[in-house]
């Protein structure tokens, strides 16, 4: 059932940017005669902040994740614990990367909130803005490679050494030598999409910009096509083309392979196994299979379309924008379903309860005044 909530949420979600940015790429017209001039200016500013807002909530549920598994007790499965916590720790790394990104882009433009001299400066000299692009991307495919990760852990440790989930000596040495191969994939991979960036995307800019004013509120929200403008040049696009191109299905085919060897494996061993050892095998594949999918569905899908739009020479506006704000969204998005899947959160939250200790309260406060009521009513009898 929480499985299904958390599905549910994370569809709201989506639905709501959606039509956020469907509002703001239309006249608008329709909105202020449904909903008013004030809507449509919360849209707006909703739209302009959106990446400072959804990042600063993904540092509070990401630690809120963070801190749920640095409490467990030792003798939980460390190998899940690792998982999770390199999961969220990839999350808040690609929020931080995201506002700054979202920011230098603003400095650069001019339409950032007070250039002074000197930063503004700092911001537009090129190799700064090369260097903001790259920590960018290398968060961003750090944020990919941790899922698929995590899966491979549960299939060393399950299918190919079939050891015990509690043996902790051996699993730490397969961690410690699964993190040097990532590391190497992913240098390899970084060195690939960097040198095929340099080959020319065919396409042209399909936008057509009206005269810009930021003087005024009602015009903040074309920032976005400034954003666009800046995506159709520089060297982010390229590598974001190539990396979805070979990152999405090498990634997915990783996550679906372990996911039906390890599925066989514990329905092959289910009568060895403890009910906890069943109980934690459930909840983690849920949380394991939230974090995996939630940056392909969110940023992927769209990124992907766009860029193949893009290279038939349509307009790519609506989809790169969207694709934008999703990925602000997406570590937001799978830090909430995290916790909602974790067993310690509702604990938590569950054990909290207010009625109870105001029933308690009112008790003892009934018993106290009963206690002091009674001698005064045998005093009174005596002296009668």
């Keep these: 059932m929480r499985y299904l909530i958390s599905l549910l949420i994370i569809g709201i979600f989506v639905l709501f940017l959606i039509i956020l940015f469907t509002a703001t790429n239309l006249n608008l017209k329709s909105f202020k005669r449904m909903f008013g001039p004030e809507f449509v200016t919360l849209i707006r500013i909703c739209h302009f902040y959106s990446d400072y807002v959804l990042g600063s909530f993904s540092y509070l549920v990401n630690g809120t994740v963070l801190y749920f598994m640095l409490k467990k007790s030792k003798k939980d499965v460390e190998v899940y614990k690792l998982s999770i916590i390199m999961g969220s720790l990839s999350n808040v790394i690609t929020s931080l990367a995201g506002q700054l990104f979202h920011l230098e882009l603003e400095l650069i433009n001019g339409s950032g909130f007070i250039i002074i001299n000197g930063i503004g400066y700092f911001f537009q000299n090129p190799y700064v803005h090369d260097c903001l692009m790259l920590i960018w991307a290398i968060t961003?495919?750090?944020?990919?490679?941790?899922?698929?990760?995590?899966?491979?852990?549960?299939?060393?440790?399950?299918?190919?050494?079939?050891?015990?989930?509690?043996?902790s000596n051996t699993y730490l040495f397969l961690i410690s030598r699964n993190i040097r191969i990532s590391k190497f994939k992913l240098g390899l991979l970084m060195l690939s999409t960097y040198f095929f960036s340099f080959i020319p995307i065919k396409g042209k800019?399909?936008?057509?910009?009206?005269?810009?004013?930021?003087?005024?509120?009602?015009?903040?929200?074309?920032?976005?096509?400034?954003?666009?403008?800046?995506?159709?040049?520089?060297?982010?696009?390229?590598?974001?083309?190539?990396?979805?191109?070979?990152?999405?299905?090498?990634?997915?085919?990783?996550?679906?392979?372990?996911?039906?060897?390890?599925?066989?494996?514990?329905?092959?061993?289910?009568?060895h196994m403890s009910n906890k050892t069943k109980q934690l095998q459930k909840q983690m594949t849920r949380i394991l299979f939230i974090q995996a999918f939630s940056p392909f569905i969110l940023a992927g899908v769209p990124l992907t379309c766009s860029v193949i739009a893009f290279n038939l020479d349509l307009s790519i506006y609506g989809l790169a924008e969207?694709?934008?704000?999703?990925?602000?969204?997406?570590?937001l998005l799978s830090g909430c379903s995290t916790l909602f899947l974790s067993k310690d959160f509702w604990t938590r939250i569950k054990a909290v309860k207010v009625r109870s200790s105001i029933r308690a309260k009112n008790v003892t406060a009934n018993t106290s005044s009963s206690k002091t009521a009674q001698p005064s009513n045998f005093t009174f009898n005596i002296h009668m």
């Design 205 to 271: 800019n399909a936008l057509n910009l009206p005269n810009l004013n930021y003087d005024s509120w009602s015009d903040i929200f074309i920032l976005s096509k400034i954003v666009l403008t800046c995506s159709t040049k520089d060297l982010w696009l390229k590598i974001c083309a190539v990396s979805m191109i070979t990152i999405i299905p090498l990634n997915n085919s990783i996550i679906i392979f372990c996911s039906i060897r390890i599925y066989k494996k514990l329905k092959e061993d289910t009568e």
């Design 322 to 331: 969207l694709s934008l704000a999703l990925m602000a969204a997406a570590p």
């Design 140 to 167: 961003f495919y750090f944020n990919v490679f941790i899922s698929p990760t995590a899966y491979i852990y549960r299939y060393l440790l399950l299918c190919r050494y079939a050891i015990s989930l509690y043996q």
